[in-house]
């Protein structure tokens, strides 16, 4: 942002315990260890996103110590600023400055977007407002009808005239999309744990449909829930920016998983036992049948019980036995 180019060194920034070791550990003085914070926070604003104070992903350690001019290794540079705090990384973010809003930096760079979001809004309904305004040739010829006497009232045409030229109408209401835009992005500000580039979140959040703003707050919701189970992957996608999160639609992943559907199991009828009864009734020509088929040799007859057949009550004589070998004969 070329007119984003204001560097301020917080108060007493040269004194800070912190800039004293981070000088002792690169080997350097103090002014030069005050000189790599601000080429630091100066290289955010020329090439980083100014309101979350972090770079691209495509930067790397040697590209900061270039910038920085560091003579050391790139390393050793990037590990020394971690330690005390004046830069961190993270996978899917990039490198960036983990208090930059504390910074007086950070703050006039809050303040300089928050301005250029009030400007540019306040634009719009400057537009918005010229649109519905009634243009001089309407009010003109409004006032000659009049004047010619095709209007059937019986007021003067002067008053005609000065009803018209009045004050302007009042500014249209606000679209939704700009109201549900803004309320979108301060639920997603708040639960997102990487908030970043305000105005490309909204235009996705104005757009954006129902099912997949629940979707949204589906996925932002399960960090605040202390018995959601997340992978590892998907704790993951969650750190990312949130306008990288809405630009490749990572809230995809956090659909609810569907509930296999059930079929019944129908189990076959099990048959019930033959009634003896019942089968004492069957014809005599059936109970032969029975006794002379093959496979039946051996069983008790299903017309009498065994208890019958031990007692002497059956009234059938007991089914042929085989007959048993003796032992050792072949």
Request: aromatic share 8%; glycine share 6%.
């Amino acid at each position: 942002m070329a007119a984003l180019n204001f560097v301020a060194a917080d108060d007493g920034l040269e004194d800070d315990p912190k800039l004293l070791t981070l000088a002792r550990l690169l080997k350097v003085s103090r002014p030069m260890a005050f000189w790599f914070v601000m080429r630091w926070q100066r290289l955010i604003l020329d090439r980083g996103n100014h309101v979350s104070g972090s770079l691209p992903r495509n930067y790397t350690a040697d590209d900061i110590a270039a910038y920085l001019e560091f003579k050391g290794g790139a390393r050793r540079l990037i590990e020394a600023m971690k330690m005390q705090g004046y830069l961190s990384f993270k996978k899917g973010r990039g490198f960036f400055y983990p208090a930059w809003d504390d910074t007086t930096t950070g703050r006039y760079a809050h303040r300089r977007e928050e301005d250029r979001i009030w400007h540019e809004d306040k634009r719009k309904q400057q537009r918005r407002s010229s649109a519905v305004r009634p243009s001089s040739d309407v009010v003109r010829q409004s006032a000659d009808t009049s004047a010619d006497g095709l209007t059937t009232s019986s007021r003067q045409p002067t008053g005609r005239k000065e009803e018209s030229s009045g004050e302007r109408p009042p500014d249209p209401p606000p679209a939704g999309g700009a109201s549900l835009a803004d309320t979108r992005w301060d639920w997603l500000e708040r639960a997102a744990p990487t908030p970043q580039n305000r105005s490309a979140c909204k235009r996705v959040l104005e757009a954006m449909t129902t099912e997949d703003w629940a979707l949204v707050q589906r996925a932002y919701g399960l960090l605040h829930d202390p018995g959601a189970s997340i992978s590892r992957k998907n704790r993951r996608v969650l750190s990312w920016p949130t306008d990288l999160f809405l630009a490749k639609q990572g809230f995809l992943r956090f659909r609810p998983p569907a509930r296999p559907t059930r079929t019944p199991v129908t189990r076959s009828p099990i048959p019930p036992e033959p009634d003896p009864l019942v089968e004492l009734g069957k014809p005599q020509e059936w109970r032969e049948a029975w006794l002379a088929d093959p496979i039946n040799k051996g069983r008790l007859p299903p017309w009498y019980s065994a208890s019958d057949h031990q007692n002497g009550t059956s009234g059938c004589p007991p089914p042929a036995q085989p007959p048993v070998a003796p032992r050792g004969s072949k």
